[in-house]
Structure formats: C-alpha cells, structure tokens
C-alpha cells in the first residue's frame, strides 16, 4: 500500500494540471486529456477519505469481473477465430486485474507476459498460418447451440447454488478460526472442535489465519515458499516444459523416412 | 470476516462464471483453436478461484498453484498447436468435423445442416453515379439556372 501522503501529493499535482489542461485555451484534445487526469485526481483523493476506499475497491472489482466475463462471452461468440484471440486477450488482461485486486502480483504479471505474451501470440501465428478469414462454413456454425449453452448454464447455476448454501451459511462461532464454515460440506462431522476447522482444505498450520502477506513482501515470500517448500515440483514442471519443447518440436518436425536397411 | 468471505464470494462467483463460459465455448464452437482458447478460459476461471482461496486462507499454496497452472498451460499450448498444425497441414481445415470418423463406431455421423446465406460484403445495389466529366447538353439555356441569390 502506498503511503497516503504520496497519494495525497500525485492527486494534487494530478488535479492542478488535469485543471489547468482544461480551462479554455487548449485544443479538443488537451482538454480531454486534462479531464482525464483531473477525473483521475477527483479519484485519488476521494480513495482518502474514510470509507471510499472500500467502496472504490467493490466498483472496481465489479468492473473488472464485468470485463472478464463480457470478453469471455464475447470470445466465444465472434465468428472470427483472430477476433476471438483478441476478446482472449481482454479476458486474460481482466484476470489479471483480478489478480493483482486480490494481492496477487506475481501472477498477474506473469499471466500477461506469459499468457498474452507467449501463448497467445502462438495461437495468432497459427491462426495466420490457416484460416484468419471467418468465412469458413465451420465458423459459422455451432454444434447444438442450445444444448451446450443450456449445459453451461446449469453448470454455472449448481455451482452459485453451492456457494449459496455451502459458504453463506450461519458462520456462527465455528468460523471464528478464520477457516472455511463447514456447514455445506456433508462429511464434517457435527462435533468438530472449533480450532480443526481449517481441516483438509488449510494444509499449513489449521486455522491460522495469517494475514495474507501485502506489499513488497509477498513477491519475496512467494519466492522463499516456492524454491523451499515446493522445489521438486519446481523441478518436475521444469523437465516437463523440456519434455513438451522436445515434443513438439517432434509432432511438428520434418518427416523421417525410414531408410532401407 | 464476513467482509473476507464476501469477497471469496465474488471471486468464486466470477470463476464459476467463466468455468461455465468456457465449457460452453468448448462443447459448441468447431474450431480447434477457438476450442483450445476455451478450455484456457476455464483454466483461467480455476486460477481465479484457487487464488482467492488462497487469500482467504493466508496460504501461499493457491498462488504456487496457479503458477504451475501457467507453466502446464504453456506446455499444453505448445502440444496442442504442433498437434493442430499436423491436423491442418493433413486435413486443410481447422474443423474438428473434419476428423468425425475417429468417432465411436455406433455414433452415427454428423451431417452439415444448411448454412444460413452467406452474408456478402457487397451492397445489394450499388449507388448510382452520374457520369462525370462529360460536357453538358446545352449550355445555352442559362434562362434555367438557378439565380445567384
């Protein structure tokens, strides 16, 4: 987190020269440029007061998720394969928002780079190397359109469902601990111990509920935990990317012909 | 906690969200690679929740997770573009129609329903253009002009 002086400071420097940009004088352009800083300022500093904060948070999750699933739906409904790439991408940059608004920073940057970096920049060269066009007749057709989007619907309703009645329920004083309310789970049993409420789903020391680590911190604290507790994963999915490179470059490469003995 | 478990709330609403997406876009679209793009969506929504997850437990295990999510994911990338390039490169088409006889053998085959018109890029009537460059009939009937106001 900033300090809320720094803030302080860039939203009035923002705001004098958003002000400034936008009294009469400028072009179209200027003064749109200096609404923009000036609107951005208004947005600073009102995350200062007491109470805006949250709230500004909530909307921009709201527009964040609202991004995410909008382009989602968007990639799966273009005609054009390299359309839909690029609703991906907007889902891929929505995620990362995602992301970094729930402390995860690491793996925001790393989705963009290598998410919309690396993976899909390789589907659009693919897409290049065939058929960028949309015109193809299987490009304009679904299979059993209702059928599947009706699946998806009832997979997305059972699972709101589930979190409708399996995390909302009574917290009561068995959350207390900070883990998971087992009310929605049907093989905890009736009698568990408020403190074993982490169970099965908190590995690490049960319900200890730590803080999530903040700021410059959790970049380092994820490294540690990553080379110390998970080295050897670390290492299998290292010679697993080795063994895809060499796969790939196999499935793809020049055909041998078998030579006559 | 309540407002901890609002926000888990959300997010798992919003993977849910784009799980159910995804799956759609995989089991309807019949391109290979708008259906490759699909299952990374819902990769995308399983990242989402096991993120939040981790948040709401303090544990760095969801985030650990989810990046080795990102390294199989660009492990299966790789696979399954070098798979696609031999599949078109084979077939001349990215339809995954176009490999229905590696069906079951009791499923019957897909058949090609009537495509809806082919919408064109030209106008259904061009607009009509008068000549240019041509010397008028008649100069003489200046009685016809319109008079400068």
Known sequence: ?261 | MTNDLAALHSYLAVAAVLVGIGLVGFLSRRNMIVMFLSAETMLQGVSLSLVAWGRFHGDLGGQILVLFIIALAAAEAAIALALVVTLFARRGSLDIAAWQDLRESDQPPFEEEDLPPEPSDEPAAWPHLAPAGIEPASIDEKEHYRPKV
């Open chain 1, 1 to 261: 987190m900033i300090e809320p002086r720094i803030i302080l400071a860039l939203a009035t420097g923002l705001g004098a020269v958003g002000l400034g940009l936008v009294l009469p004088g400028g072009s179209g352009r200027r003064r749109a440029a200096g609404a923009l800083f000036a609107l951005a300022a208004l947005v600073a500093w009102a995350s200062l007061l007491p109470g805006v904060g949250p709230w500004l948070a909530n909307g921009l999750f709201a527009l964040l998720a609202a991004v995410t699933i909008v382009a989602a739906g968007a990639m799966i409904s273009c005609r054009s394969p390299m359309y839909s790439a690029i609703w991906f991408g907007m889902t891929l940059l929505g995620t990362a928002g995602l992301f970094l608004l729930v402390g995860a920073e690491f793996l925001a940057v790393a989705t963009l780079v290598v998410y919309a970096g690396a993976i899909l920049v390789t589907f659009l060269f693919v897409l290049m190397l065939s058929e960028p066009e949309g015109r193809t007749s299987y490009d304009r057709r679904s299979w059993a359109a209702m059928l599947s989007a009706t699946t998806g619907a009832v997979l997305i309703g059972v699972l709101s469902l589930t979190l409708a009645t399996g995390l909302a329920g009574p917290a009561g004083p068995r959350a207390s601990g900070g883990g998971l309310p087992r009310d929605g789970l049907p093989s905890a049993p009736p009698t568990e111990p408020a403190d074993a409420v982490g169970g099965l789903l908190a590995p690490s020391p049960p319900a200890a509920h730590r803080p999530p680590p903040e700021g410059p911190y959790a970049v380092a604290q994820l490294g540690t935990e990553l080379f110390t507790r998970y080295v050897i994963p670390v290492e299998a999915v290292a010679t697993l990317l080795l063994a895809a490179l060499v796969g790939a470059a196999v499935i793809i490469g020049p055909r041998r012909t078998p030579q006559a003995p």
